[in-house]
């Protein structure tokens, strides 16, 4: 059995006035089982208590592995991450919502998926529980995490699939699932999950980050996920590692959980994908040079013809309707 060392882990925790939660995100990064992490919490100028809050939380922990940075303007996600890679050299790097939550083996599961030894991604990321503003779980999936093509209405759920209550402590507790997914190209019907779900290899982060903040305030897990997978790949784990906190002041999920495919946030995604598409395209083309060098000229331009052709499908027809029709159809 060959024996190596591990690599360190960057994190950073983004927080804009989640005064309410970033203690538990701050805790939930501290008890990660694998140890040798550096964690930056960028605080994005927030008006409410959070400054308090983390200083206060960073104070009673004592850890040397955390630091702290007060934005004194709002930046935006994509600004306050910058500011928090910068602290940063470690060759691999995540990103934790401030309000919500890793569970302790979410470094150690993706780490372990960025290291098999099938193939090297620039990115993996997770399945994700849903819980409420008072840590109670809502749902046990995402839905539209890795479904297969064929969508079946009807069809028997797996015993594994639902959790083990345990009533007398007011828990469900999941089975682990070893399941990982390969994804070598992307396509416009590929979905992942949000920023808290995901681990990234530092130089590919750096190599696309856009060069502005406020082109992309929000929803850089989008663009990151959607460039990584464009030109290297990523893989999905299909266990749960983290929970994702509706608590009904989120900045997309601003619906409500009906359950099933309904939507959670009433943001007009259309727009949003032709945003990001286009800031993809753009990077693509002003980097050439150096994407090439790196991937290059064929993938470089098998992914600009790709995110031209998602541009186009996108315009023709709502986003989410054509992916909804893919994935219920039967």
Known sequence: ?????????????????????????????????????????????SIDGSDKVIRDTLEKMSDSRFRYIRLEKNCG????????????????????????????????????????ADFPVAFTYCDSHFINGDGELLAGTAWW??????????????????????????????PQNPAMTLHGHWTPTWSSNSTAAMMFRRDIVELVLPDGDEELRLYLDFYLSTFCVLIVGGIAIHEAL??????????HSDGVMLGGASQTSRKNWAPITQQVFGL???????????????????????????????????????WLQRLLALLNKG
């Not at 995490?145 to 009533?167: N, S, T, V």
């Not at 990077?283 to 998602?310: D, P, W, Y």
């Open 1 to 45: 059995m060959g024996i190596a060392k591990l690599p360190r882990v960057g994190v950073v925790i983004a927080n804009h006035n989640n005064e309410s939660y970033v203690a538990a995100a701050i805790a939930s990064a501290a008890r990660q089982t694998v140890r040798n992490i550096d964690v930056v919490v960028v605080d994005d100028a």
């Open 77 to 116: 996600q994509t600004g306050a991450i910058r500011r928090g890679i910068a602290e940063l050299r470690t060759p691999f790097v995540c990103f934790l919502d401030s309000d919500d939550v890793w569970y302790e083996n979410f470094v150690e599961r993706h780490l372990a998926a960025h290291l098999n």
């Open 145 to 174: 995490f890795e479904l297969p093509p064929k969508h079946e209405q009807h069809r028997p759920i797996e015993p594994d699939a639902a959790p083990l209550i345990e009533a007398a402590a007011g828990l469900a507790r999941f």
């Open 242 to 251: 983290y929970a994702y906190r509706m608590h009904g002041k989120n900045k």
């Open 280 to 318: 993809i395209l753009d990077v693509l083309n002003k980097r050439r040079e150096t994407l090439i060098e790196s991937i290059g000229s064929m993938r470089h331009q098998q992914a600009v013809n790709t995110v031209h052709f998602a541009m186009r499908q996108s315009r023709r027809a709502p």
